[in-house]
Structure formats: C-alpha cells, structure tokens
Nanobody, 123 residues
Framework: VQLQASGGGLVQAGGSLRLSCAASRRIFSNNGMGWFRQAPGKEREFVAGINWRGDYTGYADSVKGRFTISRDNYKNTLALQMNSLKAEDTAVYYC?????????????????WGQGTLVTVSS
C-alpha cells in the first residue's frame, strides 16, 4: 500500500478531527502532497496541499482558516487538522501524492491515492 489514510469518524459540528496519511518513502520524499474530499453525488475536490519541504501550503477557500495541512518527512506522514467542522465538510477524505514537488488543485496533478477515510459531521 502506497498511501494509507486514517482518522475519520463522526463528530459534532464545531468539533475537530485530525486525519493522518502514512506513505511509502519512495512516493513521499520529494513529492508535493494533497488532501481531497468527495461528498455523495459530488465530484472530488481539492482541500489542501503542501510542497515537498513543507514550507508552502495552499487551501480551498471553504476550509481556509479552519484546516491545517502538515507533513513529517522523517516519518513519511501527512496530516490534516480540521477544526470548527461544519456539516458541509462531510465527505470521504483522500490523501494523494503529487506528480511533482509542488501540489496542484486538480486531481490530474496526483499520481497515487489513498483509500479514503470517511468524515461525518452532524449538525
């Protein structure tokens, strides 16, 4: 398994969750990474991205100021801290490894995908 996402669950609106993604060193070391999500009946959308060094991050407007993406290049792990969760954040969340050292906002920019972890926010 190249990418393994975990940490999803059921949380009340206003609560927090922390997602984690364990990656193989081969696809993590020099690659940008991203989090995407897909709600029922909707297309997969970009949530957050981080470059290979971890000194550049980008967020979708809908999560800016609430979510924080981070990475640990020694442990080959990616994280998404989600605060002030809303019902509209309910989705399956996927971690992905970019084709290059910087993240992009489109799914075409990613080569490897985790299996997804479900986040459900109750209102």
């Amino acid at each position: 398994v190249q990418l393994q996402a975990s940490g999803g669950g059921l949380v009340q609106a206003g609560g927090s969750l922390r997602l984690s993604c364990a990656a193989s060193r081969r696809i993590f070391s020099n690659n940008g990474m991203g989090w995407f999500r897909q709600a029922p009946g909707k297309e997969r959308e970009f949530v957050a991205g981080i470059n290979w060094r971890g000194d550049y991050t980008g967020y979708a407007d809908s999560v800016k100021g609430r979510f924080t993406i981070s990475r640990d290049n020694y442990k080959n792990t990616l994280a998404l801290q989600m605060n002030s969760l809303k019902a509209e954040d309910t989705a399956v969340y996927y971690c992905a490894a970019a084709r290059s050292s910087v993240p992009t906002t489109t799914t075409r920019g990613y080569t490897y995908w985790g299996q997804g972890t479900l986040v459900t926010v109750s209102s």
